[in-house]
């Protein structure tokens, strides 16, 4: 397991920035994180928001999120939409949250992303050097 998984596994909400408007747009976000999938990491929300407005104009993003223990985690790139049905369900299936907002992986309105090529940095707020990693899901 990486180490991007392992500070996933401890906090997987954060912050997504995207553009709008060629300016920066950030709002808080859930990554959703799968151990058969090193390195794929999905986020979702719906077509109806601004946000999916966002990335089909600009598909690119950072996410980004602090552990109470000052683990620093960045992770940015070009995204993916997936229709993926399996990988919807399994998130619906996974998050509550997420399940009382789409109930189902068939609802039409309920889309999936992951980063499709990228770089993550995990830094530490103590005298351990960062770690960097590339991403490549194409």
Do not use: W
């Not at 500070?7 to 912050?15: E, S």
């Not at 070009?78 to 996974?94: L, M, P, V």
């Amino acid at each position: 397991m990486n180490t991007l998984d392992q500070v996933l596994l401890r906090q997987k909400n954060g912050f997504l920035a995207t553009l709008e408007g060629g300016k920066p747009r950030i709002r808080p976000f859930e990554i959703q994180l799968f151990l058969d999938s090193p390195f794929k990491y999905y986020l979702c929300t719906s077509n109806t928001k601004e946000v999916y407005k966002q990335l089909q104009e600009y598909p690119f993003i950072e996410f980004s999120l602090t552990t109470p223990d000052n683990t620093i985690l960045r992770i940015r790139g070009r995204i993916k939409f997936s229709a993926d049905e399996h990988i919807k369900q399994k998130i619906i299936d996974n998050n509550e949250l997420v399940r009382s907002i789409y109930q189902t992986g068939s609802n039409p309105s309920f889309e999936i992303f992951y980063i499709r090529e990228g770089e993550g940095t995990v830094a530490y707020l103590d005298n351990r050097s960062p770690e960097y990693f590339i991403i490549d899901n194409k």
